[in-house]
């Protein structure tokens, strides 16, 4: 049986006890005339004692109803604030840049697994704040669809219809939905929304988060009874449906939820509404203050008092049993009783003397409640006597005070609940501060500290570190403590596994495991100290100190305490909003350090303005300085190299046709004249009408990987032909050189000797022969052929052959004398006899004097060009120049006596660091395939497809003597042909000085800046 209850009985059962007793006195004339004696006596008495308990029956029902009401609006506070919290909390995470990312992928990449993972976990990330109540977090494409939910079962429902993503899209402001019920899981549910936008401020879609109703039912529960005893507030939202009632328990209110309020508090008698629904019908400006009936058991009539929450259409009514707050003026009602029934003992003897005792007190206690229904609650009733009416007084003294303090305490409360509304990050220290203050001033204490917990201690305890305080004006803060450091309160920390809260009257009473506490503590100034833990995100984070400086004896009321607790949970949800607004600030600020990282930036094209917007990270890329790029597509354009700026254009062109992304590698000019290789990915946005509106992309910076790729392109070309070559021979011979391989080092060294010593035998007569052959010729012309043509025509004829024959000789024995230091010069090499003369000498120097010296060959001869491109500010090399001529002369010689037709082009630049690089073009016939692995073997000569007939042939040991030349300086030569297309011939060479050992940084660049040359 309740309180209330188990009173009225008492009531009952003293009011039969008094008729039964009564009923002995009334049948004697005596008797009669004592009850008649005793009316006139006590009937003013009588009277003062009904029009002063009706004062304070109306005294108490308007203080009670200030109360309701006061708790109502802080019922609605706290609501309200919920919903801006929520309504704010959303907005600032649809704000979030990977979630219009995500919605601006084509529907093939938002199916992508990995991809919608990534956005479950963001939208998991977001659920964690109140896991508790948040049922999902789920973001919807512009359509209305799910296309990410943390409950992946809601995926690809469609929301399209619901209001707050018709209102969310149309107004493009987060809003809030009314209460409604979920079929698919049967249960109630209210929804926050925001649009999430692109950049342009266009709406991409919504995210959406689902409470359950249940919190509303938490919310409310942390209400009860603020008002007073057995006092609860009760939600309804504007269509007189039941949200929430604080004071039945979430098994209980299911029967209720969602009912029409009649369903709780029917109409009355001849009624067919009560005044709880004619409240909800009520305008939201008209104050409501009510009695009412419930169905909840027999707790007689309801005071109610009601608020509104205007941006929802929501009406909380807190209501108390009267029998609660009037239950004061019942007592007073019982002890007036007891008076009269003594004064009517000593009515007969003193009626004038008891009339002025008794009649004083009960008129001043009578001014005191109308004071205090007035609304002046530091007015107090006089007490003369220690009788009952001196007791009612001091019970109404308490009354008021207590009623006092509990509203001092809801100020307090309320002013600090508001403190921390829309607070922003910065200012949130501050905020904690002005609380502190504001609390520990009310409790009439010194100093209020927030302990949050930071990394575990030595010992494996948590360890704490005070992060906000405010002392007294008396006190000088402490720099340098154990606290401001951090430190491990482990004896602390184990009170607070034991028991929420803790009040310690003296700290240097603490037990001796407490040395650390005590010690801490002391050097803050404390002496007597309460704690409160605090937790936000499920975890315990800290502790709130309230210390004094002096001994306090006495412990906090219940009321203090509810004070306390609130204003610790109001701490934890502060702090951890800061925490996760500072998450999210420096997950920005590490999107953006990334972009740079990776040298890759963001554009966008507003194909309708012809503006380009660019990202931070791309502008130095181009050589500009943030802001000095001119931001249109045109000035890109004109950034790209012309050979390559139709295959941009193509690729967006047929980007816009298709609708779809595209993906190039190009290069860019920057604006210093360097010229760097990005690669270019981006897609179109088309509009309504299905027209391209924008295109967005990214570009990132790829030279190193270009040149990386350029060096291992000729380096595995290179490879591929050794690799051929080398594989072919070995598989075909290597059990015949293995067996071989002595002999043939003892031939090859007989055959380097025959081969210097026949070099030199031939010398000698050779040198004769062609002497003789120049001179007999010289003779020939100047006397014998002038002679001859004075004879007849068979004599001239015979005189021009042996003319042609002598030139023959003479010519042959030239080829004869070249093949001769041919090999004497490979000999030379082979055998490490060769004097290598290397100094210090001008690379594109002697490449022009070798290719001048060739190109005389090709005067008169109009048919073939000699071209030569060659890199300015070329290394120095550190080599013979006679050698290197040599090299340049045979390569170069080659690809003029093979060519026809066309031309032969020189090139020579430095493609990587620490190398040179000559390129040798001809537009001859082409080297077959079979023959390219032997095209560098001794005394091999290609064959000769061509008509050239009259050209002499070679002696096959020219290439091979360039390819001992460009090893011994450990440099490469390959060729590169195919039949019909003419042939390359390419060899590098290592950049090498006297003095450095290598030579400066090269330029990577064919025909950047060349000097060019050309011999028709």
Not at 746 to 755: Q, V
Request: charged share 25%; with cysteine; net charge negative.
């Amino acid at each position: 049986m309740s309180r209330f209850g188990g009173e009225h009985a008492a009531r009952n059962r003293d009011d039969a006890a008094q008729e039964k007793s009564g009923s002995f006195f009334l049948g004697s004339m005596r008797t009669k005339l004592l009850a008649a004696f005793l009316v006139v006596a006590l009937s003013p008495l009588l009277v003062f004692a009904y029009i002063n308990h009706r004062s304070t029956l109306d005294a108490l029902k308007e203080s009670a109803y200030r109360s309701l009401s006061a708790a109502a609006s802080q019922t609605v506070s706290r609501l309200s604030g919920f919903v801006a919290a929520n309504i704010e909390i959303i907005g600032a995470e649809a704000r979030l840049p990977a979630l219009a990312d995500y919605l601006l992928l084509p529907d093939q990449l938002q199916a992508n697994r990995s991809i919608r993972d990534n956005q479950r976990e963001i939208l998991h990330s977001f659920a964690e704040k109140n896991p508790v109540f948040i049922h999902s977090y789920g973001l919807l494409n512009s359509q209305g669809v799910v296309v990410a939910d943390t409950r992946h079962e809601k995926e690809g429902w469609s929301e399209a219809r619901q209001g707050y993503f018709e209102e969310a899209m149309n107004s493009g402001l987060p809003c809030v939905s009314e209460v409604d019920v979920v079929p698919e899981y049967r249960q109630a549910f209210i929804h926050f929304a925001s649009p999430v936008l692109d950049r342009n401020g266009r709406t991409l879609g919504v995210l959406r988060s689902t409470y359950s109703i249940a919190v509303l039912q938490q919310m409310l529960a942390l209400d009860l009874g603020i008002a007073g005893d057995y006092s609860a507030p009760l939600l309804v939202d504007a269509k007189g449906r039941i949200l929430a009632f604080g004071r039945l328990s979430h098994s209980s209110l299911s029967r209720y939820l969602l009912q029409p309020v009649s369903t709780l508090a029917p109409g009355a008698e001849g009624r067919t509404e009560s005044h709880l629904t004619m409240a909800v019908k009520a305008s939201e400006d008209t104050p409501q203050t009510f009695t009412t009936h419930l169905q909840l058991g027999d707790q007689g009539p309801e005071a109610v008092a009601m608020g509104v929450l205007s941006s929802m259409g929501w009406r909380v009514f807190f209501l108390q049993p009267e029998g609660v707050f009037l239950a004061p003026a019942h007592r007073q009602g019982q002890w007036l009783a007891g008076l009269a029934a003594a004064i009517s003992l000593l009515a007969i003897f003193a009626a004038a003397i008891s009339s002025r005792i008794f009649t004083r007190p009960i008129t001043r206690l009578t001014e005191a409640t109308r004071r205090v229904a007035k609304g002046d609650l530091r007015g107090r009733a006089p007490v003369y006597s220690n009788d009952e009416i001196g007791s009612l007084a001091r019970s109404f003294n308490a009354m008021t005070a207590e009623l006092e303090r509990r509203i001092e305490t809801e100020n307090t409360l309320s002013d600090i609940s508001r403190e921390f509304i829309n607070v922003p990050a910065n200012a949130t220290a501050e905020a904690l501060r002005w609380a502190l203050m504001r609390l520990a001033s009310f409790l009439g204490l010194d100093i209020g500290m927030i302990l949050q917990t930071t990394e575990a201690s030595a010992n494996g305890g948590r360890a704490f570190k005070l992060s906000h305080a405010w002392r007294s004006p008396l006190f000088v803060e402490t720099k340098g403590s154990c606290l401001a450091r951090g430190c491990a309160l482990a004896w602390l920390d184990q009170r607070l596994r034991e028991q929420s809260s803790f009040h310690i009257q003296d700290i240097t009473l603490l037990p001796p495991e407490a040395d650390c506490e005590r010690e801490a503590f002391t050097d803050e100034g404390v002496r007597s100290l309460a704690v409160l833990p605090f937790s936000y995100g499920g975890e315990f984070r800290g502790m709130l100190c309230l210390a004094s400086s002096k001994v306090r004896e006495e412990s906090f009321t219940e009321e203090e305490l509810r004070l306390i607790r609130l204003v610790s949970e109001i701490f934890g949800t502060t702090l951890e909003r800061h925490d996760s607004q500072e998450a999210l600030r420096q997950s920005e600020e590490r999107y953006a350090l990334a972009q740079k990282a990776a040298n890759i930036g963001s554009w966008e094209w507003d194909i309708t303005t012809g503006r380009l917007y660019w990202s931070d990270a791309l502008e130095p890329l181009f050589g500009y300085e943030v802001g000095e790029f001119q931001g249109t597509y045109k000035a890109f354009l004109d950034m790209v190299p012309p050979e390559d700026r139709k295959m941009v254009l193509d690729a967006v062109g047929a980007s816009f046709r298709r609708g779809a992304s595209y993906n190039v590698e190009h290069r860019i000019m920057r604006k210093d004249g360097g010229e760097r290789w990005v690669a270019e990915a981006g897609e179109v946005v088309l509009d309504a009408e299905g027209r391209p509106q924008r295109m967005r992309g990214i570009l990132q910076d790829i030279t190193e990987r270009k040149w990386a790729e350029d060096v291992l392109s000729r380096l595995n070309k290179r490879l591929e032909q050794l690799v051929e070559v080398r594989t072919k021979d070995l598989e075909n011979k290597a059990h015949e050189l293995e067996l071989a391989n002595k002999r043939l080092m003892a031939l090859d060294e007989m055959k380097s000797t025959f081969l210097t010593s026949v070099s030199h035998e031939l010398r000698t007569p050779l040198t004769s022969v062609l002497g003789f052959t120049r001179i007999i010729m010289r003779d020939f012309k100047r006397i014998f052929l002038p002679m001859a043509v004075q004879c007849s025509e068979t004599v001239q004829k015979r005189s021009y052959r042996i003319l042609e024959n002598l030139e023959i000789i003479a010519s042959e024995g030239d080829r004869l004398t070249r093949m001769v230091n041919d090999v004497l010069d490979l000999s030379k090499i082979e055998s490490g006899r060769m004097e290598w003369r290397d100094r210090d000498v001008d690379f594109g120097k002697i490449i022009e004097q070798s290719v001048r010296s060739v190109g005389g060959q090709l005067r008169g001869n109009s048919d073939i060009s000699l071209r030569m491109q060659i890199a300015e500010d070329l290394p120095k090399v550190h080599m013979d120049p006679d050698r290197l001529s040599q090299l340049l002369v045979n390569i170069v010689g080659n690809a003029v006596k093979f060519t026809e037709q066309g031309e032969v082009l020189v090139q020579a630049c430095s493609p990587v660091e620490g190398a040179v690089q000559v390129r040798v073009t001809d537009s001859g016939p082409g080297i077959e395939r079979d023959e390219l692995s032997k095209i560098f073997d001794k005394f091999h000569q290609a064959a000769r497809r061509d008509t050239m007939d009259d050209k002499p042939p070679g002696t096959g040991l020219g290439l091979a003597i360039c390819q001992q030349i460009v090893d011994y300086y450990g440099g490469i030569l390959w060729v590169e042909s195919e039949l019909g297309k003419g042939s390359t011939f390419v060899f590098e060479l290592p950049v090498r000085n006297a003095q450095d050992g290598y030579g400066a940084d090269p330029q990577p660049a064919w025909g950047k800046s060349v000097t060019g040359w050309d011999m028709a």
